[in-house]
């Protein structure tokens, strides 16, 4: 099948959906795909997933500095992101490259300003992590985003709880 698609893409080039075609059966085939892959981002740079894929294999192949180049990359385009960088700091977290994974998500951090949902993604990522004193920062913005809200005050309550103190859990409860 890849050798038909290649063939196939000789003669049409400019066919993205080919190009990602032709990935997946690569995938599938236990071949490097990376190639196809930028060929579909190159005709289609909103292709997200072409994307995703792209920075998804290039970490589980060990090659971090490029995934994290290709994600700094992607989030050019799609300011937004959160859950894909979360996804790649996640990955980084066991073994050597636990501080990068970490940065990334510091990064990743700054970059959300005030939008909640991605913070509440902050808040689990850290937790995920096991870094109670990042989550608690974050959820702490949370609170200073929604003061009023019962949900946050929830989220901050739930993080004091965890750490072991309980007075100030109540105190976030109560409000």
Request: aromatic fraction near 4%.
């Amino acid at each position: 099948m890849v050798v038909t698609l290649e063939a196939w893409l000789t003669k049409h080039p400019g066919e993205a959906a080919a190009w990602r075609a032709l990935a997946a059966t690569q995938d599938l085939a236990g071949l490097e795909s990376q190639e196809a892959r930028r060929r579909a981002i190159a005709l289609d740079p909103r292709d997200e997933d072409s994307q995703g894929a792209l920075i998804e294999a290039m970490s589980t192949r060990g090659d971090v500095e490029g995934a994290i180049a290709e994600y700094r990359r992607f989030v050019a385009r799609h300011p937004q992101d959160v859950d894909r960088g979360l996804a790649l700091a996640g990955g980084l977290l066991n073994g050597a490259e636990r501080e990068r994974g970490l940065a990334l998500a510091r990064e990743i951090g700054e970059r959300t300003g005030r939008r909640a949902p991605a913070l509440t993604s902050l808040l689990e990522f850290y937790n995920l992590a096991d870094e109670p004193e990042l989550a608690l920062g974050v959820a702490r913005r949370l609170v200073k985003l929604a003061p009023r809200s019962a949900e946050v005050q929830i989220a901050l309550g739930e993080q004091l709880y965890q750490m072991g103190r309980t007075p100030e859990a109540l105190a976030a409860w109560g409000r």
